[in-house]
């Protein structure tokens, strides 16, 4: 069994890396689709109200909130599946959530680039960099992630890919890491002293 969970920034390459699982044939369970569902669920437009609502989730039910609703999607999966890729950790307390849950059979990958270019893709994938979310320009989307505490999950990673090279560069990390987690795991922590 093996969890591997993304963390980074918007447009870091997140949903770039859910592609590559699934391509793989490994099920994705994204943390965003909690807060999508939610919103529906409110009567509100999950293109402007997400980041509303996931704010009033933590603030509702604690800061773990979506992640312990994401543990049965996960879990579910993991009964005919031996991988699975959470998409879009937010928080260290949600890395706790999933520590506590798979222990060392979870694996926390944070991808990250540059702002400049974090801006350029959003741009190029047709939503304005400066508009993105609700209104929200990326700038803004940033602070609100790490509000939630996204630096201390970025900083507790196993792995940190480093998504500044071209998309295929990015996709062959993403497959080498699904494909050997642990292998990546292990050696991770004998380079730790």
């Given at each position: 069994m093996h969890v591997i969970g993304t963390v980074g920034l918007p447009g870091s390459g997140k949903g770039e890396a859910?592609?590559?699982?699934?391509?793989d044939g490994i099920p994705v369970v994204t943390m965003g689709d909690v807060v999508r569902q939610e919103t529906a669920d409110r009567g509100l437009d999950p293109a402007k109200d997400h980041g509303t609502v996931a704010q009033a989730l933590r603030e509702e039910n604690g800061p773990?909130?979506?992640?312990e609703r994401s543990l049965p999607m996960i879990e579910d999966?993991?009964?005919?599946?031996?991988?699975v890729l959470v998409d879009g950790i937010?928080?260290?307390v949600e890395v706790d959530v999933f520590e506590d849950a798979f222990g060392d059979a979870f694996t926390l990958v944070s991808i990250e680039a540059p702002f400049e270019v974090r801006a350029e893709r959003i741009d190029d994938r047709g939503r304005d960099a400066?508009?993105?979310?609700?209104?929200?320009?990326?700038a803004t989307r940033d602070e609100r992630e790490r509000g939630f505490g996204m630096d201390d999950a970025m900083d507790r990673a196993d792995i940190v890919v480093e998504n500044t090279d071209s998309l295929e560069a990015f996709h062959d990390q993403i497959r080498s890491i699904i494909r050997g987690t642990d292998d990546e795991k292990?050696?991770?922590a004998e380079a730790d002293p």
């Open positions: 859910a592609t590559v699982a699934r391509e773990t909130a979506i992640a999966r993991l009964e005919n599946h031996e991988t937010r928080s260290g400066s508009a993105a979310e609700g209104g929200e320009d990326l292990h050696a991770e």
